[in-house]
């Protein structure tokens, strides 16, 4: 199989005016993809370390560091644009955008779209005079087709989309729409990006078609199913797990969280804060969605932290469950956090992973939660931590889903552990990692409903063992490779249901999870109506 590039997307919450009644406007609000089904044209991370495909006009453009690789136009003294691409008429730019410094008034960092040269396109750009910018230029001239109020602060990320289809013209910041016009100037065209005298850092480029008002829609439709809402004061702190989070292993015999110790509800990021911090068992009850400070907050051992009904998540930060990182550790300390529950959470914007298991921590359980437009990884469980079962999650909206294991080097710290199950999970139009596995065996993939992962579903490779079985793939490529873009993988794939989907590339032999676990195999071709029904948040009683 080829090498790919891992696309990395996600966007930073951003304060933008709709109205004169200043409704601030967030990253929830709408999905990250259109409505309508959209296929990838063109991507474009960066981290080849070249800019190959863009072709520029002024400006000081090059591939640089700004926490991962970006395209840098560093000047100030021009009015710099680069595009890329086909001539694609119905069309969905989007970029993450990091305005640095502007020089003058009224200067903008943009995406383009339908742009038929350097000189003649559509723009969606974020301006220094405190304002979304839609407009086009033509012939050498602009023209302001739409505009709405933003808070524009320099070195803030945002993410920038500008639909084209047909006539109509829609732009979106941080998926929230901002400003649309209609025009039929540029029947089609390239994407691009523009740095109006403003340095600025570009990533993330991804590029789809649209199909606009009454085209085709997605062939999933969830299941609706009713949802409790708990009374006040109440949550569901019962409910254990199967596979390895259930396993008596490393001095611990299965995940029980808080059980035993106090309950206590939560609705503040200090309040949140503060009591997955502290010490001995405890039961933490989310109430609302909690906006923490950017960061990984740290959750200590023995701790359930569960959303109160469908509408409990956390927002601007992640979770971190794991002592700080240690690459001289090889081994687990006496003092590695265990005994982790996360369910019925919703997680959005978080600055970096959403959540995140590091150093040999263990007997975690992630339930039933929804993880959504990240900045790094939605999931990632890395450095030697083991006995982690991840059920009834749904994914979506994100690039960069679930990683396993550090990197190809850290066998020190992953090899032999990292002994983690996904079950009943929605990888729902999540391009990879889903998950990407190094080291880690068996890690027993089952039940899982895959749909639209464009680049892989389960990647496993630097000499890790992967177990598919019983999984439904919908619309992917490749379900599994175990040489998909570094050392190879051994995987084993069985009984799987493969719908308008290519094979899965697997060799080699494999540890059995019914060494350590017993489970039941439901039979995949029931798994894409029972998971689309039951994953995520409000499907837990109260």
């Given at each position: 199989?080829?090498?790919?590039?891992?696309?990395?997307?996600?966007?930073l919450l951003?304060?933008?005016m709709?109205t004169?009644m200043?409704?601030?406007?967030?990253?929830?609000?709408?999905?990250?993809?259109?409505?309508?089904f959209?296929a990838?044209?063109?991507t474009?991370?960066f981290?080849?370390?070249d800019?190959?495909?863009w072709?520029?006009?002024g400006?000081?453009?090059s591939?640089?560091?700004?926490?991962?690789r970006?395209y840098?136009?560093?000047?100030?003294?021009?009015?710099?644009?680069?595009?890329?691409g086909?001539?694609?008429s119905?069309?969905a730019?989007q970029?993450?955008v990091?305005?640095?410094?502007?020089?003058?008034?009224?200067?903008?960092?943009a995406?383009l779209?339908?742009?038929?040269?350097?000189g003649n396109?559509?723009y969606?750009?974020?301006?220094?005079?405190g304002?979304?910018?839609?407009?086009?230029?033509?012939?050498?001239?602009?023209?302001?087709?739409?505009?709405?109020?933003?808070?524009?602060?320099?070195?803030?990320?945002?993410?920038?989309r500008?639909?084209?289809?047909?006539?109509?013209?829609?732009?979106?910041?941080n998926?929230?729409?901002?400003?649309s016009a209609t025009?039929?100037?540029?029947?089609?065209g390239?994407?691009g990006?523009?740095?109006?005298?403003t340095?600025?850092?570009f990533?993330?480029?991804?590029?789809?078609?649209v199909?606009?008002?009454?085209g085709?829609?997605?062939?999933v439709?969830?299941?609706?199913?009713?949802?409790?809402?708990?009374?006040?004061?109440?949550?569901?702190?019962?409910?254990?797990?199967?596979g390895?989070?259930?396993?008596?292993?490393?001095?611990?015999?299965?995940t029980?969280g808080?059980a035993?110790?106090?309950?206590?509800?939560?609705?503040?990021?200090s309040?949140?804060?503060?009591?997955?911090?502290?010490?001995?068992?405890?039961?933490?009850?989310?109430?609302?969605?909690?906006t923490?400070?950017a960061?990984?907050?740290?959750?200590?051992s023995?701790?359930t932290?569960v959303?109160?009904?469908?509408?409990?998540?956390?927002?601007g930060?992640?979770?971190?469950?794991g002592?700080?990182?240690?690459?001289s550790?090889?081994?687990p300390?006496?003092?590695?956090?265990?005994?982790?529950?996360?369910?019925?959470?919703?997680?959005?914007?978080?600055?970096?992973d959403?959540?995140?298991?590091?150093?040999?921590?263990?007997?975690?359980?992630?339930?039933?939660?929804d993880?959504?437009?990240?900045?790094?990884g939605?999931?990632?469980?890395?450095?030697?931590?083991?006995y982690?079962?991840?059920?009834w999650?749904h994914a979506?909206d994100?690039?960069?889903n679930?990683?396993?294991?550090?990197?190809?080097?850290?066998?020190?710290?992953?090899?032999?552990?990292l002994?983690?199950?996904?079950?009943h999970?929605?990888?729902?139009?999540?391009?990879?990692?889903n998950?990407r596995?190094?080291?880690g065996?068996?890690?027993?993939?089952?039940?899982?409903?895959y749909?639209?992962?464009?680049?892989?579903?389960?990647?496993?490779?630097a000499?890790?063992?992967?177990?598919?079985?019983?999984?439904?793939?919908?619309?992917?490529e490749?379900p599994?490779s175990n040489s998909y873009a570094?050392?190879?993988g051994?995987?084993?794939?069985?009984?799987n249901?493969?719908?308008d989907?290519?094979e899965p590339e697997?060799?080699?032999?494999?540890?059995?999870?019914?060494s350590y676990?017993?489970?039941?195999?439901?039979?995949p071709?029931?798994v894409?109506a029972?998971?689309t029904?039951?994953a995520?948040v409000?499907?837990?009683?109260?």
């Open positions: 199989m080829r090498r790919r590039k891992e696309p990395r997307t996600g966007s951003a304060a933008i709709m004169v200043a409704a601030v406007l967030g990253a929830l609000a709408l999905p990250a993809l259109p409505s309508a959209a990838t044209l063109f474009d991370d981290e080849d370390g800019s190959a495909g072709s520029k006009s400006g000081s453009w591939v640089t560091a700004d926490g991962s970006v840098r136009q560093s000047g100030t003294g021009a009015d710099a644009r680069a595009i890329a086909a001539g694609w119905n069309q730019v970029a993450r990091r305005p640095i410094a502007f020089n003058g008034a009224g200067r903008y960092a995406v779209a339908r742009a038929q040269s350097t396109y559509y969606l750009g974020l301006s220094n005079a304002s979304v910018v839609l407009g086009k230029r033509a012939g050498g001239g602009t023209t302001t087709l739409d505009t709405a109020p933003a808070t524009v602060t320099a070195g803030t990320w945002y993410t920038l500008l639909e084209a289809f047909g006539s109509t013209l829609r732009g979106f910041v998926n929230v729409e901002v400003v025009d039929s100037t540029f029947a089609s390239k994407a990006l523009s740095a109006h005298y340095s600025a850092s990533d993330d480029v991804r590029v789809t078609d199909a606009g008002p009454g085709p829609t997605p062939t439709t969830p299941t609706v199913t009713p949802t409790i809402t708990p009374p006040p004061g109440s949550c569901d702190t019962s409910g254990s797990p199967i390895f989070a259930s396993v008596n292993a490393w001095g611990q015999n299965g029980t808080g035993g110790g106090p309950t206590v509800e939560v609705d503040t990021a309040e949140l804060i503060s009591a997955i911090g502290q010490s001995g068992p405890l039961n933490v009850c989310v109430r609302g969605t909690i923490v400070p960061g990984m907050h740290n959750v200590t023995d701790k932290i959303g109160i009904g469908a509408d409990a998540g956390i927002s930060g992640g979770l971190n469950v002592l700080p990182l240690d690459s550790a090889t081994s300390p006496a003092n590695a956090v265990n005994n982790v529950i996360i369910r019925n959470l919703s997680f959005r914007n978080a600055s970096d959403s959540i995140n298991v590091q150093m040999f921590s263990h007997h975690v359980w992630i339930d039933h939660n993880l959504a437009d990240g900045y790094d939605l999931l990632d469980i890395k450095r030697g931590s083991s982690i079962t991840v059920s999650n979506h994100h690039s960069k679930m990683l396993l294991g550090h990197d190809d080097s850290n066998g020190a710290q992953d090899a032999g552990r002994k983690v199950t996904y079950h999970n929605w990888f729902d139009a999540t391009p990879q990692r998950p596995v190094r080291f065996e068996p890690v027993h993939i089952f039940n899982n409903y749909y639209y992962n464009t680049d892989v579903g389960v990647a496993c490779q000499d890790a063992g992967c177990l598919i079985e019983g999984n439904y793939f919908e619309r992917v490749y599994a570094g050392p190879s051994r995987c084993v794939a069985r009984n249901v493969l719908v989907s290519g697997c060799g080699g032999s494999v540890q059995e999870a019914s676990y017993g489970y039941t195999l439901e039979n071709n029931s894409k029972s998971v029904a039951g995520g409000g499907k837990i009683g109260g």
